[in-house]
C-alpha cells in the first residue's frame, strides 16, 4: 500500500501558513545578507587639530614616499600614514593593498597656518605625484595607490579645484592630469610599523623608492620642478 507523502498529512490551510512563513524568513535573511554586503559610508572627516593648525589629506601612491616630501616643508607639525576613501572600518594594510576596502593609502598633514598655506602644500603634492596616472603610482598599481586629493572643507575643495585647472591649462605641466579631488571622510592612521618608514628604514626605503622608478618619472614628468628625496 503507498503511504501518503508527509505534506498530505498536514491540513492544507496550515501547509499554506507554513509556506508563506518560510517565504517571510527567505526575504528577511536576504534582507540582511545584501545590508552585510552593502559598503557602509564613512563619516565626513573632521579635525581633531589645535588653535591655528589645519589638516590636509592626499593620496600619492605609496604614503612611505608621501610622508618624505611632505615632513620637511616649514609649518609641517605632523605626518601621518594611513587610509581613507573606502567603506571598511578600521580596515588593515592588507584589506587596502587587496583592493577590497575601497581605501587608498593616504597622508594626513597637521600644518600650522600662519607658517604654510594650502596652496604651497597642494604645489608640494603635485610636483611628488604623476597625475597623469589614472592606474596606481610608479610602480604600485591598484585603486588603493591611486593619486586623490580629500578636500577637509569648502576652501580647500575650491583651492584644490583652482590649482588642478592652473595645471591643466599650463602648457608644461603634465597631462591629462586625472588626479581626483573628493571630500574627505573618516581617515585611519596605518600600523605602526608604516609610520616614519623612510626614517627607520633607510636603506630598505631608497632601494624601494629607486626600484619603483620614483625619482626618474617624476624628474620625466616635471624636470626641474619634480619633487624626490
Known sequence: MKTKPHSALVP???????????????????????????????????????????????????????????????????????????????????????ETSGHLESLKVVYKTDQVDYEKLLDVFW?????????????????SYRSQIFAVNDAQMKTAEASRKALAD????????????????????????????YKKNPLRYKFYRASCRRDATLEDRWGDKAGGH
Open 127 to 143: 610636483h611628488n605625484i604623476d597625475p597623469t596616472d589614472a592606474g596606481g603610482q610608479f610602480c604600485d598599481r591598484g585603486d
Open 12 to 98: 492544507a490551510p496550515v501547509r499554506r501558513v507554513a509556506y508563506l512563513l518560510a517565504i517571510l524568513c527567505l526575504a528577511v535573511a536576504s534582507g540582511n545578507a545584501v545590508a552585510a554586503d552593502s559598503p557602509k559610508p564613512q563619516q565626513p572627516f573632521k579635525p581633531d587639530v589645535g588653535p591655528g593648525e589645519a589638516v590636509a589629506i592626499f593620496a600619492g601612491g605609496c604614503f612611505w614616499c608621501v610622508e618624505a616630501a611632505f615632513d620637511p616643508v616649514e609649518g609641517v607639525v605632523s605626518t601621518t600614514s594611513g587610509y581613507t576613501g573606502g567603506h571598511v572600518d578600521n580596515p588593515t594594510y592588507k584589506d587596502v593593498t587587496s
Open 170 to 197: 599650463d602648457p608644461d605641466a603634465p597631462s591629462p592630469i586625472v588626479t581626483q579631488i573628493v571630500p574627505a571622510t573618516t581617515f585611519y592612521p596605518a600600523e605602526d610599523y608604516h609610520q616614519n618608514y
